[in-house]
């Protein structure tokens, strides 16, 4: 159980060295931030600077779906585990690719360590257009000429 407790604290240590080692910043979203509102700034310095990969990543407080352990007494190593809803960090990995555009990789970090991976198809198709050389104006998200 002591386990259990320090694996946050040692993902948490993970997802922060990382990045600095790669000089990627890492950015938190407080208050009625949204990650991707943090986030938009990094990913327009990245496409500046013509860099690709992970530009960013933001740390986020949201409930999820956690289990937790109690002692269910007796022995010490009696226990009841359940599944609660707790707000916990969430850890967005930006990324900008060369085929795909912008996107994101999320990671909770409690188990069962839901993920989720986020391709925009706007960007797909942006991307796809630059790749062939055609000529096209964006606005925001969409396409909205192709010269």
Do not use: K
Not at 60 to 82: D, M, Y
């Amino acid at each position: 159980m002591r386990s259990l407790r320090r694996l946050p604290a040692s993902r948490r240590a993970r997802g922060t060295t990382l990045p600095a080692a790669q000089d990627v910043p890492v950015l938190h979203a407080t208050g009625r931030a949204m990650p991707g509102e943090v986030a938009q700034c990094a990913l327009r310095a990245a496409a500046l600077a013509n860099r690709w990969g992970v530009v960013a990543v933001v740390v986020h407080q949201e409930l999820a779906r956690v289990f937790s352990s109690r002692h269910a007494g007796g022995r010490r190593t009696n226990l009841w585990v359940r599944e609660e809803r707790r707000p916990v960090n969430h850890y967005y990995f930006y990324l900008r690719d060369r085929e795909y555009g912008a996107g994101f990789v999320r990671v909770c970090s409690y188990a069962p360590f839901q993920t989720r991976i986020w391709l925009n198809a706007h960007g797909y198709l942006n991307a796809q257009l630059r790749r062939r050389r055609v000529h096209f104006r964006a606005m925001d998200n969409c396409v909205v000429v192709l010269v």
